[in-house]
């Protein structure tokens, strides 16, 4: 009778062990996410990746111009993976004294002067097909960064993408 406790102990422990490994290994691959972001840049009318920490407008591929804003790139059919699925749901940029703002706070530490609801009128959204850009606090900037989360063709709800 205690032997046969025993293995069911021993057996036990050793799922519990497999488990642990097995979430040990999920959890590392899914932490902090990635450090790049993916950029467009507008006079190249082309995405490419950057520093995630990167401020929009950023120079951009061709020039020393700051013409490279964030793109926020989706899977419509909720495969990150599936390259073939991915297009830019929106472009986002943020206003001068904002940028300048994050910028010294990521250099210094100290908090930006503005506060994030004053901030959030400070970064702009738009549609990569249009030209006009929206304050995010906006009716349609709001509208523009929330028409992504809709089904796709399968019905499978649109899943955002990091390089």
């Known amino acids: 009778m205690n032997r046969q406790r025993n293995l069911k102990l021993a057996a036990a422990l050793l799922l519990l062990a497999v488990a642990a490994v097995a979430f040990g290994r999920l959890a590392r691959q899914h932490?902090?996410?990635s450090d790049l972001a993916f950029f467009y840049?507008?006079?190249e009318q082309r995405l490419f990746t950057g520093p995630r920490t990167a401020i929009p407008p950023i120079r951009g591929l061709n020039d020393a111009e700051?013409?490279?804003v964030r793109?926020?790139?989706i899977s419509t059919n909720g495969n990150p993976r599936d390259r073939q699925a991915r297009v830019i749901a929106y472009l986002e940029r943020y206003s001068p004294e904002l940028k300048r703002q994050m910028e010294t706070a990521q250099t210094t530490g100290e908090a930006p002067a503005m506060g994030r609801g004053m901030a959030q009128a400070h970064r702009f959204v738009r549609r990569p097909h249009e030209s006009r850009w929206?304050?995010?606090t906006s009716e349609e900037g709001e509208r523009i960064v929330n028409e992504?989360?809709?089904a796709g063709p399968g019905g499978q709800p649109a899943a955002i993408c990091t390089p």
């Open 148 to 150: 992504w989360m809709t």
């Open 31 to 33: 932490r902090g996410g």
């Open 41 to 43: 840049d507008e006079s």
């Open 66 to 68: 700051p013409d490279a």
């Open 134 to 136: 929206h304050p995010l």
């Open 71 to 73: 793109a926020v790139v």
